[in-house]
């Protein structure tokens, strides 16, 4: 009798276990997700990382990866200032800071985050000429950021950096700005040649003014070329005409020194 009683208690128990189980679920939350919980089809609140039971007939989890996204904004066709069209792209940095109004108050976020970095692109190539868009082309990712940041945070996403990935022309504009480009590095060679043409003749004056104060710089300059030579032949120039050499009265001239007569032609 008291065998049979214990195997319905443990029989009892067992199915009330069971029934248990059917009605409860364990839901896992790792470390970069959140879970949304809702009732009836109403929001309950956030779920941090941890294991939780949950009633499966009534209750949902929702879980949201919150770690940083890298996404691509397609290239768009913007104008500028100066009339001029350019095709940008984006490249930005987010991540959900609010999963309860990410996921509640948008229906998609990321089409959201697309949208109001196109628009405010669009607000900042029209305000600058072509030129001044291109001269500041780093800057314009940080002042994406400082304009779209606070648009995006309502929809309870974190813009955690944006950058310029392409700037593209028409073929007719690109061409036109290669040749500024190469007319400019030319402008740039020609500068460049004529300081150091400035600079060799600078050198020459100076080495003259040097010579004109100080002769001997010049035999000075002599001995090291002679010194410097091997195998070569130095033909040095010599006065033609001997300077004759006052002699004393009375004193008869050498006659033993060979005499030379001009020749006859």
Do not use: C
């Amino acid at each position: 009798m008291e065998t049979a009683l214990w195997i319905l208690v443990v029989a009892a128990v067992a199915g009330v276990a069971l029934a248990i189980r059917q009605l409860l679920t364990r839901v896992t939350i790792y470390e970069f997700e959140r879970g949304l919980r809702y009732r009836k089809g109403k929001f309950s609140g956030v779920l941090e990382p941890g294991q939780y039971w949950i009633y499966r007939r009534n209750t949902t989890v929702t879980r949201i990866d919150i770690r940083p996204r890298f996404v691509s904004v397609p290239g768009q066709e913007v104008l500028s200032s100066d009339s001029v069209s350019v095709r940008v792209s984006l490249a930005a940095e987010y991540a959900v800071d609010d999963p309860a109004r990410a996921v509640n108050d948008v229906e998609d976020y990321e089409t959201a985050l697309y949208l109001t970095l196109q628009v405010a692109l669009r607000k900042i190539v029209g305000e600058a000429e072509i030129d001044q868009l291109l001269e500041k082309r780093n800057e314009v990712g940080q002042r994406l950021l400082e304009l779209a940041s606070p648009l995006i945070q309502e929809f309870g996403l974190k813009l955690i950096s944006v950058d310029v990935k392409d700037v593209m022309f028409p073929g007719p504009l690109k061409r036109i700005f290669s040749r500024v480009v190469e007319a400019r590095k030319e402008g740039l060679a020609s500068l460049e040649r004529a300081r150091g043409e400035q600079a060799a003749l600078r050198n020459l004056a100076n080495a003259a003014r040097l010579v004109e104060g100080n002769p001997a710089l010049m035999h000075l300059r002599l001995l090291q070329e002679i010194s410097a030579a091997s195998g070569n032949t130095i033909v040095l120039g010599l006065p033609g005409v001997a300077t004759p050499l006052p002699l004393r009265s009375g004193e008869p001239p050498d006659v033993s020194a060979p005499q030379i007569e001009p020749s006859e032609e």
